[in-house]
């Protein structure tokens, strides 16, 4: 391993279970070494063949699931100390996981009156930034299993810088779990599917919780969640139907900005994941400045709001797709004529906590067009042998 001549380049040995080093650029100091995993076979949960899939247990058991986590974590959220006002609060983990950071990361930038320096990075974008490792003052790390490679990597980074760690999890050994300072453990969400539903909206509602107790901040009471997330369970049908209309649609492009941006990534991931698409997901305002060239008959346009701003945005985005020959679809709150075939009416919650809310329908429509399709959602196509032999190429 050696210093590259590039100075925006990180060279990385990805010959799996080989250690290798990494330096960051502008980094003056040793490198940092990382290991990567060898590839294991995945054994995915094949046990069932038709509707239900385990998936859709998952989706549906999230408002109980939400509720009793939110009860069990006060006490704990209550032992925990808050950051120190100087020092940078972490949001880490990697894919779903990460996706909860985010959320819960706006989150506390407004529970915290935008007075603490507040961070969501990857686990593995936070070891290409040991400057940001040293300047934290707390970290609070998602990993639903506990044993993510590089979300184990960083969270040793953390503990080599003397960082206070907090992990959210709903497994309850881990190594993560031994590595860290607090934990605060989830409920009734071990997700049964390797696509990952209730993990994640559980996640960001213990966040959510935690950031409750620290400022007592209007904008992360979470007790609002479980009614809304049920109602949009309970809508179930809506998202059906919605997913026949798309089907014949093979590309994806998702929208969200502010708290939606997360909302977006995620229902992109769980589109791809679950469903095979090819997904973008861009923020609303992105997306008139680039991507609607490419729009054509072929794409879904999915874009979900958060306020009337983003709303407006929304709107004027998805007529330019249509124009273009997609089929746009809104979720957003506050529809001024009532819901159309293609404007669905979330429920009105703090935006924080919007997260948590919108993501079901899309959640609904992954299972839905995997379904549709003769696809297992359960198992990220891993059930195919070509998707089986393309990971075990590379590593994690």
């Given at each position: 391993m050696r210093r590259v001549s590039d100075p925006g380049a990180v060279r990385?040995?990805?010959?799996?279970?080989?250690?290798?080093?990494?330096?960051?650029?502008?980094?003056?100091?040793?490198?940092?070494?990382?290991?990567?995993?060898?590839?294991?076979?995945?054994?995915p949960p094949y046990g069932r063949t038709a509707h239900p899939y385990y998936l859709h247990d998952m989706i549906r058991s999230q408002p109980s699931a939400i509720a009793k986590t939110v009860s069990a974590i006060r006490s704990e959220a209550r032992s925990i100390p808050p950051p120190p006002p100087?020092?940078?609060?972490?949001?880490t983990g990697m894919g779903t996981s990460f996706h909860a950071?985010?959320?819960?990361?706006?989150?506390?930038?407004?529970?915290f009156e935008y007075e603490l320096p507040i961070r969501a990075v990857d686990a593995f974008d936070l070891l290409l930034e040991p400057d940001l490792l040293?300047?934290?003052?707390?970290?609070?790390?998602?990993?639903?299993?506990?044993?993510?490679?590089?979300?184990?990597?960083?969270?040793?980074?953390?503990?080599?810088?003397?960082?206070?760690?907090?992990?959210?999890?709903?497994?309850?050994?881990?190594?993560?779990?031994?590595?860290?300072?607090h934990r605060l453990l989830t409920q009734e969400a071990n997700d049964a599917a390797w696509v990952h539903t209730v993990s994640y909206t559980t996640a960001i509602a213990a966040a959510l919780t935690l950031l409750d107790e620290w400022t007592g901040a209007p904008s992360v009471e979470p007790t609002a969640i479980e009614g809304a997330v049920r109602s949009v369970v309970e809508r179930e049908e809506d998202w059906k139907h919605l997913a026949v209309r798309l089907d014949p649609r093979p590309q994806v492009l998702c929208l969200g900005s502010g708290p939606a941006e997360t909302t977006?990534?995620?229902?992109?991931?769980?589109?791809r994941e679950g469903a095979a698409r090819y997904v973008?997901?861009?923020?609303?305002?992105?997306?008139?400045?680039?991507?609607?060239?490419?729009?054509?008959?072929s794409v879904a346009a999915l874009a979900v709001a958060t306020s009337d701003l983003d709303r407006r945005r929304a709107v004027t985005s998805l007529a330019a797709a249509a124009r273009a020959g997609a089929e746009s679809v809104l979720f957003a709150r506050g529809l001024p004529n009532g819901e159309s075939p293609n404007e669905f009416e979330l429920p009105k919650v703090e935006a924080a906590l919007t997260p948590i809310v919108d993501i079901v329908p899309f959640q609904f429509l992954t299972y839905w067009l995997a379904?549709?399709?003769?696809?297992?959602?359960?198992?990220?196509?891993?059930?195919?042998?070509?998707?089986l032999a393309a990971r075990s190429g590379y590593g994690i």
């Open positions: 990385i040995s990805l010959r799996p279970g080989v250690r290798g080093s990494i330096w960051p650029h502008g980094s003056t100091g040793d490198a940092m070494e990382i290991e990567l995993p060898g590839p294991e076979e995945p054994k100087d020092r940078t609060l972490l949001f950071a985010r959320a819960s990361a706006w989150a506390a930038a407004s529970a040293r300047r934290a003052g707390t970290a609070i790390i998602f990993s639903s299993s506990g044993e993510t490679a590089l979300t184990l990597r960083a969270q040793s980074a953390l503990r080599a810088a003397r960082v206070p760690v907090i992990l959210i999890t709903g497994t309850p050994t881990s190594r993560s779990g031994a590595l860290a300072d977006a990534r995620e229902a992109a991931l769980k589109l973008v997901a861009a923020g609303v305002e992105e997306f008139l400045h680039g991507i609607l060239p490419s729009i054509d008959a379904v549709g399709r003769g696809r297992n959602p359960d198992v990220m196509g891993f059930d195919d042998p070509r998707i």
